[in-house]
């Protein structure tokens, strides 16, 4: 409040004073964590609220159908395109062949990636090598440099998959460099005075700590690897989720478009939450100590 | 034999916007087998300086260290350190925290769950082997860490402030588990804190460091810990007219220098 005579300050405050003052918790809670609180409901609230407005604009006829669909038509595209495929592909082959690319790529990157984050955060010299070469094309947008890899490397598999590999890679490496400064020189010091080679401290030590970083590096990569899906399959793509939403938008089949929408961000929300699982797997310690 | 700091200096270069620090001058003190040598001293006085020479992290600017007659080049299984915090390993449950040491030096994994149990035994931690290490209390953490730095069976034990983070009830008590542990394993130990009763109390040896730059200024023999392992009650040994008078020279000691200083 900005009144500061003595008058004013005798009044009842006001409404905002009110919400703005921070009240003592329930027990259970911790005095004044930011953001506390359960959201499930308010979730699935949010959720019912979308669903409900997008119903009500179609059924009562406020948007064409052409740009807004109703819900129900979606869920009938989906079964025709279940049942009998699109453009002559089976539906879940679609989904095969986009979810091997993007799975591919992201194996590369973890597979490149981890090792070669993990020796920059080790060694001045990977990191004086690589640093310059990864910052330079992280920020650019995947779909700039996707003509030069259709020059080099043709409109095959190559260029889908590098494409994807490129947006999925620097967060992983950036995710694996800066998880090796989360050990402890405590604990580093301590297997040193135990005898531990170089070599035994990057293993026992340092890599383990490691672990949650390289864990949410990952869930952000594969969500780097999802977005770019849709630009790798724009190049000469038959076949993949990507193309089915591209191709559909040409022939104005908006329900496709929407049903291969909520396709890709369902197997990208699927892989999250097995993420997730996993870190509860094999990092219970994260945070904890 | 045992452990001889021969004249060590060491100076800290400048960083930036900080000038160079004599983090320690001329130290020279030995730490005799099966002596507990204390260091006491306001922080900043480079009691972990001195800690991290002897454990091997660090090497002097002059000066050297002698350990058994062979001079201290690096970090080795001889010398076990033991921290405040953070040295446990989270991803390893209690018992192959203490395993850690004897795992690090390739020896197999029955082998040194039985080495790694009988340490757990003599620290009271039976039964809390496949505990995780995040769920213990402070005090029991500390003891998972002197329980692994004893199983390589160091020569010295490296102990920088290690009861500093738990409370006073618990402290008292890990303080006496220390003692008996010195006393039955024979090592000797270096063994850093600032409480002074604390270091009355555990050392043989008290050096008494004054900070800018760092150094010994006075040592004291001292018998309380004996007094304690011959039996007597530890608050009684601490409320003894004798180790008053001692506390109250050394916190003498400790305000003349924190006002010189000043
Ligand atoms: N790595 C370092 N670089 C520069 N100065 C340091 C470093 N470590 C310690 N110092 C300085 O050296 C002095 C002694 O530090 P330290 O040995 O940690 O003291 P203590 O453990 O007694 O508190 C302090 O002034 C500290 O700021
Ligand atoms: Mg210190």
Sequence with gaps: MTERSPASRRKAPGVLARIARARPTKPGEIYGVPGQGNTLWLSVLSIAVLLFVWWLVTAMGWVKPLFVPAPMDIVTKFISVWQTGFTGTPFLEHVAISTSRVFGAFLLACVIGLPLGLAMGMSPVMRGLFDPPIEFYRPIPPLAYLPLMIIWFGIGETSKILLIFLSVFAPIVLGARSGVKSAAIEQIHAAYSFGATRWQVMRFVILPSAMPEILTAMRIGIGFGWTTLVAAEMVAATKGLGYMVLSASQFLQTPVVIMGIIVIAFIAFAFDLLIRFVERRVVPWKGRM | ?262
């Design chain 2, 1 to 262: 034999m045992g452990l001889s700091i021969e004249d060590v200096s060491v100076v800290y270069p400048a960083a930036d916007r900080r000038p160079p620090v004599d983090a320690l001058s001329r130290i020279n003190l030995t730490i005799d087998d099966e002596e507990f040598v204390v260091a006491l001293g306001a922080s900043g006085c480079g009691k972990s300086t001195l800690l991290n020479l002897i454990a091997g992290f660090l090497s002097p600017t002059s000066g050297r260290l002698v350990l058994d007659g062979q001079a201290v080049t690096g970090p080795g299984a001889d010398r076990a350190v033991v921290f405040q915090k953070h040295a446990l390993l989270p991803w390893l449950n209690v018992l192959d925290n203490v395993a850690f040491g004897l795992q690090v030096q390739g020896i197999g994994k029955s082998e040194r769950h039985k080495i790694a149990n009988q340490y757990l035994g003599m620290l009271g931690l039976d039964g809390f082997q496949g505990a995780p290490v995040y769920t213990l209390s402070g005090g029991m953490q500390q003891r998972v860490g002197i329980a692994r730095a004893l199983t390589c069976d160091p020569r010295l034990l490296l102990m920088d402030e290690p009861l500093g983070a738990l409370d006073a009830l618990t402290r008292e008590k890990a303080q006496e588990l220390i003692l008996n542990i010195w006393n039955d394993t024979h090592k000797s130990v270096f063994f850093i804190t600032h409480s002074v009763e604390e270091a009355l109390f555990m050392g043989t040896k008290l050096v008494v460091m004054s900070p800018r730059p760092g150094r010994v200024t006075h040592v004291f023999d001292l018998p309380f810990s004996r007094q304690f392992l011959d039996g007597a009650p530890a608050r009684r040994v601490k409320a003894s007219r004798e180790f008053i008078e001692i506390r109250e020279e050394v916190l003498e000691i400790i305000f003349a220098d924190e006002e010189a200083a000043a």
